[in-house]
């Protein structure tokens, strides 16, 4: 559990910079200029995920349930990571009406994503990963709130078609296929 901690604190830490400690980020993006922040950045990022995938592969050897698991709460983690893909999408297909609305897809997405997989899972190891993620989410959704608006072009049907195609075609390649291939779960049982 400790890599996990340390990766997730490694990971988030760095991604909450923006909106915790915007003055101490500006100051290190003055000295460090914008490149040298960008490479700390990202290697901070990649230290803390490798952390985050190897502390949670060895967490999943011995877990530590919490509570017996709820019936129906896999296919309800299933809808909501729906959801999450389709506002997954919004945030890089253009001109959607969801991204026009919402302005912050991604934060949305991960918040819905986390929460999906609390609701789906049991283990002290699970509430450490996804309840990370969801606080993470939702600090910086508020941070983000309260930024001006940033500006999109003017949303279309199209626009939000095409983001529900690809939502939805995410959603199956992970359901159907990734999540089993690359994590050895299946979430459709």
Not at 41 to 46: K, M, R
Not at 65 to 91: E, K, Q, S, T
Request: zero cysteines.
């Amino acid at each position: 559990m400790t890599w996990l901690a340390l990766g997730l604190a490694l990971f988030l830490g760095i991604h909450l910079t923006r909106a915790m400690a915007p003055r101490w980020r500006n100051a290190q993006i003055a000295r460090l200029g914008d490149k040298g922040w960008k490479g700390i950045y990202t290697l901070v990022s990649l230290i803390g995920f490798g952390l985050i995938l190897w502390g949670y592969s060895q967490a999943r050897l011995h877990p530590m349930v919490l509570w017996a698991p709820i019936r129906g709460m896999n296919h309800a983690a299933a809808l909501l990571v729906l959801v999450a893909m389709v506002l997954m999408a919004a945030a890089y297909v253009p001109r959607n009406h969801f991204k026009a609305k919402l302005q912050h897809p991604m934060t949305l997405s991960v918040k819905v994503w986390a929460l999906a997989h609390l609701l789906a899972n049991n283990t002290l190891a699970d509430v450490m990963l996804f309840g990370s993620f969801l606080v993470w989410s939702i600090l910086v959704f508020r941070a983000a709130r309260r930024r001006p608006a940033p500006t999109t072009a003017a949303p279309t049907l199209a626009g939000t078609a095409a983001t529900v195609a690809a939502g939805f075609a995410l959603w199956a390649f992970f359901a159907f296929w990734a999540h089993a291939a690359w994590l050895g779960i299946s979430p459709m049982g």
